[in-house]
């Protein structure tokens, strides 16, 4: 629901100007761009960003890929000592 705000209409989400009085709606302001700040700031900003980006890929790399990795090592192992196992009770055994 868009209020009006030159006449108090109540106006449907999707209207681009009032029923009522058919002032137009800016429901896009303009927004701040990093283009818009002192390059001092700017700099610190995208420097900020630069490490963030960093970490994430960082964080990914041991996160996301090599979790699989580790799991069908683990079970190779796993795997591999059960059979050892296995193998020396049968050997016991005799
Ligand atoms: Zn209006």
New binding site residues.
């Given amino acids: 629901m868009i209020v009006?705000k030159?006449?108090g209409?109540e106006n449907l989400d999707n209207a681009l100007y009032?029923n009522?009085?058919k002032?137009l709606f800016h429901k896009k302001e303009k927004m701040m761009t990093i283009e818009d700040l002192p390059s001092e700031i700017k700099s610190q900003l995208l420097d900020q960003k630069k490490k963030a980006e960093e970490k994430f890929i960082i964080s990914n790399l041991f996160s996301g890929v090599p979790r699989k990795k580790l799991l069908t090592l683990a079970i190779i192992i796993g795997a591999t000592i059960i059979l050892f196992l296995i193998a020396f009770l049968f050997s016991c055994g005799k």
């Fill in positions: 009006c030159r006449c209409y009032c009522l009085c002032e």
